[in-house]
């Protein structure tokens, strides 16, 4: 079985342009987190889709943050336009609706300059 | 927010030995779960304890849970090389579903 796909691997941007972060769930996983990971700290919870719909997006900064999960499968994650802060690893995780275990995706490595 | 905080930082051991890590956390909790993350790659779950369990087992991982101190160990018996990784605490509130990660231990294991 395929695990969480994630896209780019690794991202390289000047501050003010945007990116955006591709997320391929394990199949069947109804429930779609997107994290951030800064250096050295833990993952931090953006959103948490339960199919298409976003169930928690309170930590997600909408000013320049945003996602998608069109037909409850694949997620979009966009930042516009993106600031020196915003260099981290973004992860995604996925979950089958009735389990406690997240499943997460190699994520993706943003440095903006 | 983070919610758990661990101790140590930073663990470095000899093969063989066992490692302990230790976590905190500050709220109620539905379980606390460990995971794992090797350098450049994504978290892997190890271990999950409910708040009603006080002790469990996976293979060479041995996991506790003291819910009156609001605390949790991770201990890795007989080390490899390949433990050394980034160890995660994290917990799942009473009041809600949201999974909160503390800051990590970093484990190196010299072969």
């Known amino acids: 079985e395929a695990g969480v796909v994630q896209s780019p691997r690794y991202k390289i941007i000047e501050k003010k342009q945007p990116v955006a972060f591709w997320c391929n769930p394990i199949s069947g996983h109804n429930t779609l987190y997107w994290y951030r990971q800064n250096l050295g700290q833990g993952p931090e919870l953006l959103i948490r889709?339960?199919?298409?719909?976003?169930?928690?997006d309170s930590q997600l900064p909408k000013d320049r943050f945003s996602a998608e999960r069109l037909k409850g499968v694949d997620s979009t994650l966009k930042i516009q336009p993106a600031e020196l802060g915003d260099s981290a690893v973004y992860l995604c995780?996925?979950?089958?609706?009735?389990?406690?275990?997240?499943?997460f995706g190699p994520g993706t490595r943003l440095t903006v300059l | 927010s983070q919610q758990g905080e661990e101790d140590p930082q930073a663990l470095s051991i000899q093969e063989g030995e066992n490692a302990t890590m230790n976590c905190s956390y500050k709220?109620?909790?539905?379980?606390l779960q460990w995971y794992r993350q090797n350098s450049g790659r994504g978290l892997v779950h190890l271990i999950l304890i409910r708040s009603n369990e006080r002790e469990k087992h996976s293979g060479r991982l041995r996991v506790t849970l003291d819910t009156s101190k609001k605390s949790s160990s991770l201990l890795i018996t007989a080390s490899r090389a390949a433990d050394t990784a980034s160890y995660f605490c994290?917990?799942?509130?009473?009041?809600?579903?949201?999974?909160?990660f503390g800051e990590g231990t970093q484990l190196t294991v010299n072969p």
């Open positions: 889709y339960e199919n298409e719909e976003a169930v928690d």
């Open positions: 709220t109620s909790i539905n379980n």
């Open positions: 994290a917990t799942v509130e009473t009041s809600g579903s949201r999974l909160t």
């Open positions: 995780a996925s979950q089958s609706g009735s389990a406690d275990t997240q499943y």
